[in-house]
């Protein structure tokens, strides 16, 4: 379940692979996992950004409740065969909601997701770490918001917006209840511990300037819609007509999650 435009996951795209902590994709490179579960995938940017860093040949189960971004997967993992002849990607079209993890008859070496753990609820998030662990499933799951957003310059509203946008994403997503949202790096880290895993984090914020100025635009309006919605701030409009006027840098923070059976 993604939840969001092909267009809105391109714009991004970029960003992400900036972003990606580098000492954290060398540590998965460093499992030399053959079989990876991608959950959420969108449009298959894990599996772009990941395969480069593994040896030729890998085999992908792609999951998405999507069936249009699901197809894009498909499409574009068939692309990346032309430099890596040996890739098997596998698409599997599954709300994740009703089944955390979905598993093939071939158990993954690796579980990853892009984006998904801050839109996932408390209950819901037990229940995929009681499957993970269960099985004793290594995961690498990249970039889920940790609730810190920092611009320049600077405007009088900032800490308002971003107080309103954090408590927005604590609101229903779509997964049983409310989102964990900014508290889901802590949330997962704890409650990997607590199963016996060995837990990697690193910061992997967006740092998106001038060069990418439709990404820029699209940011401040869905902040900025967000905090409309959430409704406990005022001249949201003003924020937003003023971001969009003057903006030379956007810090969106993430964390970046390795966790490793013990």
Known sequence: MSGFSADWLDLRAPADAAARDAGLLAEVSRLAPRRILDLGC??????????????????????DGDAGLLEEA???????RIQ????????????????????????PDLVTATALFDLVSAPWLGRFLDALAARRLPLYAALSYDGVMRWEPTHPKDDAIMAGFNRHQQTEKGFGGPALGPLAPGVMQRGLEARGYRVLTAGSPWRVGPEQAAMIAALIDGIALAAQEEGSVADWQAWQTARHTATRLCVIGHTDLLALPG
Request: proline share 9%.
């Open 74 to 80: 498909a499409f574009r993992g068939a692309a990346l």
């Open 42 to 63: 969108g449009t298959g940017a894990m599996l772009a950004t990941l395969r480069p860093h593994l040896a030729p040949g890998s085999s992908w189960v792609l999951v």
């Open 84 to 107: 890596d002849p040996g890739l098997n990607v596998t698409c599997l079209h599954r709300n994740l909601v009703e089944d955390p993890l979905p598993l093939t008859e071939a158990l």
